[in-house]
């Protein structure tokens, strides 16, 4: 069964290489960025890693908890943030899980529940498992991206999306094409002309059904 915007995520147990937790225990009252790879020890993948613990302090300023996925094991995990670190210049504080059985990126719907992995196996057994999932305090899933394996991701966009979601969840907005923290923001349309002008004071209708505001402080 796939899983969709607004689907809580499965509360499954991950072994990482620093434990065993229930995900959803886990999660707690943070929001949370889960990431996957289908092997370490990959070019691209290192360099993504490298610029998700260069972001460590941004996470944190957000309440959100970052946690990556591959499809390797325990052991290989903790030797790859030796290669992190060393290629990216920030250790990577963050679990990795050990999805060797494939639980995690079958249930995120990343591979069929037929998948496997073969002995002798390359990225390209688990290419679809490249994705990011943005999660929200409640445990639902508010965001994903899904990328090639040859395209690294864009880890400015993953935390002007974060910004977003958050600021549309704590005000009641929506943000339009290409917003960053501290520009205009949508009234969105179930909201009418008396209680927008109660809410938020002036605001430019630029056509009836969009109409702009500055985000209230």
């Not at 889960?34 to 020890?41: E, G, R, V």
């Not at 494939?102 to 390209?124: C, H, N, Q, V, W």
């Not at 394996?149 to 290409?178: I, K, S, W, Y």
Request: glycine content about 8%; overall charge negative.
């Amino acid at each position: 069964m796939a899983l969709r915007i607004n689907d809580t995520i499965p509360n499954l147990n991950v072994t990482t290489d620093q434990g065993s937790f229930d995900l959803h225990d886990w999660i707690g009252d943070s929001w949370a960025i889960l990431f996957s790879h289908p092997k370490d020890f990959t070019p691209v993948c290192t360099t993504e890693f490298g610029a998700v613990a260069r972001l460590t302090d941004e996470w944190e300023k957000r309440g959100t908890k970052v946690i990556g996925v591959s499809v390797d094991g325990v052991e290989d995990h903790k030797k790859w943030k030796g290669d992190i670190e060393k290629a990216g210049g920030a250790h990577p504080g963050f679990p990795i899980i050990a999805d060797d059985g494939l639980e995690i990126s079958k249930a995120f719907d990343m591979l069929p529940a037929e998948a496997y992995l073969p002995d002798g196996r390359t990225p390209a057994d688990s290419a679809t498992v490249r994705s990011v999932f943005i999660i929200g305090p409640d445990k639902q899933l508010k965001l994903t991206m899904t990328y090639p394996m040859t395209v690294g991701r864009n880890f400015g966009e993953v935390m002007r999306a974060l910004d977003a979601l958050q600021t549309t969840v704590n005000h009641g907005v929506a943000t339009p094409a290409d917003w960053t923290v501290g520009q205009d923001v949508v009234i969105p349309p179930t909201v009418s002309n008396e209680d927008a002008a109660a809410k938020f004071g002036e605001y430019d209708a630029v056509l009836p059904y969009l109409r702009m505001t500055k985000l209230p402080s």
